[in-house]
């Protein structure tokens, strides 16, 4: 199975551009998430989802957006991108919402704001 | 709240040696602690876990970890390290939060 696809791999953004990552899974898990990692500072979550139709902020969620329409996609929406968004973007999932469910991760996507 | 520290940016280990990760928590009541692995332009993969029960928690991929409640410590450890076990890796706990990340370099 693919599990966890993004797309694209890389990207390069002008600033103040929007731009929306795209997340998609197959395992029918209820939950996903966005998570931004920068060297020194590991990963940060930026919004989660516990099923469709749901979603919430994490740690750092300012200038981005998410939706969930259905339980498989999971897009990540930059409306005006900025320099320090710069960063590589991981999407992940796990079955159920429980404490102790692992996370299933993506390649990622590196994103370049100039 | 919850979260977890890894002290250590960097850990250089022969190949055969034992090799530990360090990871400390701060929680309130049972800890949910995780093990991640990222090895270069790929995503996080788990190793393990800690829900409850036995405080040697085994894994998958040969790593186990041990769980010490009363140094709030939960590190990842392998008896014989390999080369190819040097990656990046991760602790998290059940609140979404990921420790720094620990490189793992083995030497032949």
């Known amino acids: 199975t693919a599990g966890i696809t993004q797309a694209p791999t890389s990207q390069i953004l002008a600033a103040g551009r929007s731009m929306t990552l795209r997340c998609t899974q197959d395992?029918?898990?209820?939950?996903m998430y966005w998570y931004r990692q920068d060297l020194g500072l590991g990963l940060r979550l930026i919004h989660y989802?516990?099923?469709?139709?749901?979603?919430g902020k994490g740690e750092v969620p300012d200038g981005y957006s998410v939706s969930r329409a259905n339980t498989d996609d999971f897009p990540l929406t930059l409306a005006s991108a900025v320099p320090s968004q710069t960063s590589v973007y991981f999407c992940?999932?796990?079955?159920?919402?429980?404490?102790?469910?692992?996370?299933?991760f993506g390649p990622g996507t590196r994103l370049t704001v100039l | 709240a919850q979260s977890v520290a890894q002290p250590e940016d960097q850990v250089n280990v022969a190949e055969g040696n034992p090799l530990t990760v360090k990871c400390t928590y701060s929680?309130?009541?049972?800890?949910?602690l995780f093990w991640y692995v990222q090895y270069p332009n790929r995503g996080l993969q788990f190793l393990l876990k800690?829900?409850?029960?036995?405080?040697l928690v085994k894994g998958s991929y040969v790593f186990d970890s041990e769980f010490n409640y009363s140094q709030t410590s939960f590190h990842l450890k392998k008896p014989s390290a390999l080369v190819s076990d040097s990656a990046l890796y991760f602790c998290?706990?059940?609140?979404?939060?990921f420790g720094k990340g620990t490189m793992l370099l083995v030497s032949p």
């Open positions: 992940a999932s796990s079955d159920g919402v429980t404490d102790y469910n692992e996370q299933f």
């Open positions: 395992m029918r898990h209820n939950a």
């Open positions: 989802s516990n099923t469709a139709g749901t979603t």
């Open positions: 929680v309130s009541g049972n800890p949910y």
């Open positions: 800690y829900i409850t029960g036995d405080n």
């Open positions: 998290a706990d059940s609140t979404l939060t």
